[in-house]
C-alpha cells in the first residue's frame, strides 16, 4: 500500500493497487498524484 495525494481535497489516500482501490475517502475523487519528495531548498552563503 502507497500513499498518493487526492488532487482535489489534498488529503493522503492510502491507495491499494493489487486490489485497485485508488479512491478517496474524503470526495470520492480517483484522481491521485504521487506526493511530491521534499523540495531542495537552494543553500547560499552568507556575506
Ligand atoms: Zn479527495
Redesign the pocket.
Known amino acids: 500500500m502507497s500513499v498518493f495525494i ?1 488532487v ?4 493522503e ?1 492510502d491507495v491499494d493497487l493489487e486490489r485497485n482501490l485508488i479512491q ?1 475517502a ?4 480517483r484522481v491521485v498524484m504521487k506526493p511530491k519528495p521534499p523540495a531542495l531548498k537552494k543553500r547560499v552563503k552568507a556575506i
Open positions: 487526492c482535489f481535497c489534498g488529503a489516500v478517496c474524503k470526495c470520492g475523487s
